[in-house]
């Protein structure tokens, strides 16, 4: 080894160690002031401008997105030490420069009990930029995780709306929801299963209009409380596609299936509240004895059982009743999702013929994959970009 690369791989294995301390959460002030001066001295404009970022969020625990850039940071400072020389730092310092500037146009959360970490939200009008939102002030500013906007974009491409002439955007306490027009049936299903992903439910309006609905990134999440024999339940709002009282000899007229009670107890007289709850394309009404009111609060870990299989939080409120929060995916296990065409590629405008050479013959679009005799959603969703691969 020469006196020259000697001296690299002295840096390099340095660099590692002047960032290693750097690069967990809690660091002290000293240790970024470190490695950023290191970072400085060799010229790796990125990398300074990335450790200024965590610099930001010194305190634990760090939110997730910054303990991946800390992440990337830590191999790539790894994959010098080894290979002896600063050409895996020369060679990411630009994509490290992009990190810092998206992590510092990033609005984080506080940590919250039910998160323990701060998580990257954005507002519901960047986040659905680009379509033809009808929407309040309130609405526009709701914000939303990156992973809830992520999921909607995704469900609004597959159904085609994002060429509606028409979204419309409301806020309601901790449920946003978004009224499109739906232009490519064969994407309802997958949309569904992207939306479920992230709570949130999919449901037909009147004529083409469909409705999305997911919850918005607050402090307190909203349930709606109510009583179902001897128990007291929380459903979470953002969960509630829709809220009605019924007289009982109404409820079997009732299209969605109906979810059992929890348990047996006296025939009430008079009209009952039943919430029609759902996840993804899946619903079914959930029919209480008695509504409280709408509340919003932070769940919190139950002190004792459950009476029943599906609880292990509850909501307290100022008098100190506890009432069990039912998670949408619990209620709706046994709950097939509503019908829905076969799924398939959206074809866009332009994508009936690829590109090719003048002297090779332009391709058509290949014929749809055939669907096998009882497919499941995963299967029919895999198939479906399978065609998509294959047409691009």
């Known amino acids: 080894m020469s006196a020259s690369q000697a001296g690299m791989r002295e840096i390099a294995i340095g660099l590692?160690?002047?960032?290693r301390p750097a690069l967990v959460a809690g660091a002290p002030p000293i240790a970024v002031v470190a490695a950023r001066d290191v970072a400085q001295l060799m010229g790796l404009a990125g990398l300074d401008a990335a450790l200024a970022e965590l610099a930001r969020y010194a305190q634990a625990p760090w939110p997730v997105d910054i303990e991946h850039v800390a992440d990337r940071i830590a191999r790539m400072a790894e994959t010098a030490a080894s290979a002896g020389d600063l050409l895996a730092f020369h060679d990411a310092d630009r994509e490290?420069?992009?990190?810092?500037?998206?992590l510092a146009a990033t609005e984080w959360s506080a940590p919250t009990v039910a998160t323990e970490r701060g998580v990257a939200t954005i507002a519901a009008g960047e986040a659905f930029a680009g379509l033809a939102l009808e929407a309040s002030d309130d609405a526009?500013?709701?914000?939303?995780?990156?992973?809830?906007?992520s999921a909607v974009r995704a469900a609004v491409d597959w159904l085609g709306a994002d060429e509606s002439p028409r979204v419309t955007l409301d806020v309601n306490d901790s449920a946003l929801t978004l009224g499109v027009d739906v232009t490519h049936a064969g994407g309802i299903g997958p949309a569904g299963?992207?939306?479920?992903?992230?709570?949130?439910?999919?449901?037909?309006?009147?004529?083409?209009?469909?409705?999305?609905r997911v919850a918005t990134f607050t402090e307190r999440a909203s349930y709606l409380l109510l009583r179902q024999g001897r128990f007291g339940v929380a459903l979470p709002w953002h969960a509630v596609a829709r809220l009605r009282m019924y007289a009982p000899h109404e409820l079997e007229r009732l299209v969605e299936p109906r979810l059992a009670p929890l348990g047996t107890g006296p025939a009430c007289a008079g009209e009952l509240p039943a919430a029609l709850v759902a996840l993804g394309l899946a619903r079914a009404w959930f029919v209480a004895d008695r509504i409280v009111w709408r509340i919003a609060a932070r769940a919190r870990e139950a002190d004792v059982a459950a009476p029943f299989a599906g609880g292990t939080r509850v909501v307290e409120v100022e008098n100190g009743e506890c009432y069990w929060v039912l998670e949408p995916?619990?209620?709706?296990?046994?709950v097939?999702?509503?019908d829905a065409p076969p799924p398939a590629p959206r074809l866009r405008a332009g994508a009936a013929t690829l590109a090719a050479p003048h002297d090779v013959p332009a391709r058509t679009a290949s014929a749809p994959l055939p669907a096998p005799a009882g497919e499941s959603l995963a299967?029919?969703?895999?198939?479906?970009?399978?065609?998509?691969?294959?047409?691009?």
Not at 194 to 210: D, I, M
Not at 329 to 334: F, I, S
């Open 379 to 392: 299967e029919a969703v895999e198939r479906a970009l399978a065609q998509l691969r294959l047409e691009r």
């Open 96 to 102: 490290l420069g992009a990190l810092a500037a998206q």
């Open 193 to 212: 299963a992207v939306l479920a992903a992230v709570e949130g439910s999919l449901g037909r309006e009147a004529g083409s209009r469909w409705t999305i």
């Open 336 to 338: 097939a999702p509503q």
């Open 140 to 149: 526009l500013q709701a914000r939303v995780t990156m992973t809830v906007a």
């Open 329 to 334: 995916a619990w209620l709706l296990r046994g």
């Open 16 to 19: 590692a160690e002047a960032l």
